[in-house]
Structures are given as C-alpha cells and as structure tokens.
C-alpha cells in the first residue's frame, strides 16, 4: 500500500486517496514526476526489497507539509498503513523532548545548566573512572564533576548498554548489558524499578572518560530525566506533559499509549539477517525479539522505566510541531516559548574546539563527518570554519534506533521526517533525501 500526497489544503484521511487521484490526474506527467518519482525511488525499494515493513515520511516548508508519503505498513498483521496520527516508538527522538524540558526549566530559574549532577543526585560525587571503557587498569579520579551541560551534550563520560549499531563498545558497557542498567528491555522489565532506581545502579558504575574529553552516544538523557524529575517533584511523565506536551498541543506523545490508542500504534520489527547497511540487500523481518510476546511495541508496558533517552512513544503529527518549534527558535505562536539564550545551547554546536571537526565518526562513522551536537540536536556544518556558526550550518538530525530519522535546515525552513520501526538502526538515506527536498523544495 502507498500514500503520497503533495501539497494541498487539509481534508479527512478518508477521502484522502480520492483527493490525490484527482489533484494528480490535473498535473502535467512532468510535474507528477518531479514531485513524487526522485523520492520513491529512494524510499520505495526498502519496502520491496523487504528491508522494512513501511515507512511514513514527510517534509515541510517553514512550518507547512509540503509532501508526504508512505508505503508498506506499521503493522502487517493488521495491515495498518503508516499516516501522520501513526503511533512510532521514536527512540532517541526523545533525547530533544528530554533537552528542550532542560531549557524550560532553566528558563524558569529552576535549574541551571552549569549544575553538577551530585546537586540532585548526591550518588554521582564518588563516580570514578575506567579509562576507555575498560577494567584492565586503574580506575581514577574524575578531573572535574559531570554537570548537566555534559550530560546534554553526551560528553559526560558515561556509556550505555550497546553503541549505535547494536554492538558492545567496552567493559563498562558490557557491565550495563549484564546488569540490565538502561537496556531496551529494561524499558520493558526493570529489575532495578523505576527511573530513580536505574540511575542508583548507574551510579555505582564507573565513568568511561573524565568528562569534558570525548563524545559518547550514552545513558545521559536517562540522568536528565532524573533531574527534572527531582527538580520538578514530578514523575518524568507528568512534568513533561505540563512543561511540553500541553503548551505545545502534543496530543500523541506519551512514554505509555493508552489500550484505546493501541490500534494506532505501528508494530516493532527485527530483522533475521544482519546487513552493514540498509540499502545494500535484501532482509527480512520479524515481530521485536526485545519485546514482550503480548506486545506490538514499546510504550505498553507498565513493569519498565520510563526514559528520558529512549523511552517516548509519538506520531508524525507531533514531531512536526517540534521541528516547527525549532525553526523558530523557540517561539510559540508568536510567543517566547523558551529564550533565545537557551535556545542557543540547542542551536550552536557546544562541543569543544580540543574535541575536532568530526567529534561524532567514533559513533556514528562517516555519517558523522562535518558533524557536531548541541544541547538535544546533532548539526551538519558545510564547512570547518562554520562549526560555532550556524549561519554556516547545513542541517540539524537526529534518529533513532529503530531506523526514524529527522533534519532541519534552519537556513531554507524546510524539516524532514522519517519514520519505520525496525531494529537494529541501519542508516536510512536522509542525506540523500535532504539534499532532494532541498532542490525541490528550498526556492522562497
């Protein structure tokens, strides 16, 4: 099954179909296939190379859906076809939900990014650390305490369970796997409880860099959740939808969807052959062995914690009105929403100049060229002398695990999304699509 549509004013999603037929029939062949063709040649073969099971993907153009398409679907078994109220467990989206909290409360005095951790979480003044991971040698003293500005910009020395591709990364990580600190499962099941519990365990867990010396993809936003939560006297849940979710009308976000919307909810798959990338053979899949026989995805369970790096469950309808948020800086309705100063922290690189000009090819590989992080975002420069000005900048991205990919471009308005839900992340071609919607899209 496939939905493309190109711009057009809102209608109901029933006579959606008709309408596209009808538009399409009065476009010349040539405008029919600059629009749509360029597009689904790049995404449609993931589907019927049996790469991913659908896709729902879309682009807008400051602020409005300029194209949207989908193919295949969330769920095959209730052939549930991916629109824009489809529910996607986002992953690592949730780290900039996670930020943007952080900015709001620090906004509002309630925080301060320069805060050590040990202020609201006395467990992190005795943390040590295991130079690279490892447990061959000494463990130190941290040359300086973890602050909130670290764990925003993953510079914090802590790890996680498994890197980006699924693997391992060092003792220490391994130790996290073992003991089913901040795992995927523990999403799920949690032997250590809620969040405050998983944080105590990480606690006792050496740090693998002194921070401020090396980019690390890792449990920090999991830290922060812990922070709002204690800054807040309010479960990660509860604070985010009153500091975020109700402000910005985000009506399908949620850590845990209600049994009413489970039919909305697109299914996790996994796929039974392992390829380097997700374009070059040809896979298939099978339901989420991470997850619970009785379950289609995350965000249905109540036995697991709720977290702050991974843990959000949304729809594309949503995540646009974030993409939006961003594009203007920080401005609701034409209202500050949160500050321009602290929007900054989320729209400049804030890494190191000792860290270099691709901080993130260590986690990311070659799509972390020309790359850096903010406070919630990652950033694309064009070139080095551009890293600290986002004049200079290409795009902002994001992803997550489960192969959904995002961007904006600050500089011609235009935001993509994509979204699937299969694991392990493969690197889905968003560059390659940013740099199609940019020809299609980026004239004034």
């Known amino acids: 099954m496939v939905i493309s549509k190109i711009p057009k004013p809102t209608i109901s999603s029933a006579l959606a179909f008709l309408a596209i037929i009808s538009l399409a029939s009065n476009l010349s062949a040539f405008e029919v296939n600059r629009t749509l063709d360029t597009f689904e040649k790049i995404l449609d073969p993931l589907v019927d190379k049996n790469q991913i099971p659908g896709y729902y993907f879309s682009i807008s153009k400051d602020g409005n859906m300029v194209y949207e398409r989908s193919k295949g679907y969330a ?8 629109q824009e ?65 670290h ?13 980006v591709r699924g693997g391992v990364a060092n003792d220490v990580a391994e130790s996290f796997r073992q003991n089913e600190i901040m795992t995927m499962t523990s999403m799920i099941e ?35 959740g812990r922070v709002i939560e204690i800054a807040t006297r309010k479960p990660l849940s509860k604070a985010m939808e ?8 985000l009506k399908d976000t949620t850590f845990l969807v209600e049994p009413d919307d489970w039919w909305r909810l697109a299914r996790m798959y996994s796929t039974k052959i ?17 997850l619970l026989k009785n379950m289609k995805n995350f965000g249905m369970s109540t036995e697991g914690y709720v977290s702050g790096a991974a843990g959000l469950i949304s729809s594309a309808r949503d995540f646009r009105l974030i993409q939006d948020l961003i594009l ?20 400049v690189h804030q890494l190191p100049k000792s860290l270099g000009d691709a901080p993130l090819r260590t986690s990311l590989g070659p799509i972390g060229k020309n790359s850096g992080a903010t406070a919630g975002l990652l950033v694309r420069w064009e070139s080095e002398d551009g890293m600290y000005d986002p004049q200079k900048y290409d795009f902002y991205f994001g992803g997550g695990l489960a192969n959904t990919v995002f961007w904006i471009d600050p500089n011609t308005g235009i935001s993509g999304l994509f979204l699937t839900q ?6 889905p071609p968003f560059e390659r699509l940013e740099n199609l919607a940019e020809k299609r899209f980026g004239g004034t």
């Not at 009153?242 to 009308?249: A, R, V, Y």
């Not at 392992?274 to 991470?290: I, W, Y």
């Open 328 to 347: 203007r800086k920080g401005r609701l309705n034409g209202e500050v929403f949160i500050s321009e100063e602290k929007m900054k922290l989320l729209l």
């Open 422 to 427: 299969i694991l392990p992340f493969r690197f």
């Open 242 to 249: 009153k500091l975020l979710f109700e402000p910005l009308s």
């Open 75 to 82: 769920d095959i078994a209730s052939r549930l076809i991916p």
């Open 151 to 163: 764990l925003l910009t993953h510079t914090s020395g802590l790890t996680r369970a498994t890197n």
């Open 190 to 224: 949690s032997e250590w409880g809620g969040l405050k519990g998983q944080v105590s365990a990480l606690s006792e867990m050496p740090l693998t860099s002194h921070p401020g010396e090396s980019f690390q993809f890792s449990v920090g936003y999991d830290v922060l």
């Open 274 to 290: 392992l390829s380097a990338n997700l374009q070059q053979r040809t896979t298939t899949f099978k339901p989420a062995t991470v």
């Open 85 to 149: 109220d489809t529910l996607f467990s986002i992953q690592g989206f949730t780290t900039l939900f996670t930020a943007l909290t952080i900015l709001k409360l620090a906004d509002e005095g309630v925080i301060e990014i320069s805060d050590p951790v040990e202020k609201y979480i006395p467990e992190f003044s005795e943390m040590t650390v295991a130079p690279n991971g490892m447990y061959d040698r000494d463990q130190e003293i941290p040359k300086t305490e973890v602050t909130l500005q």
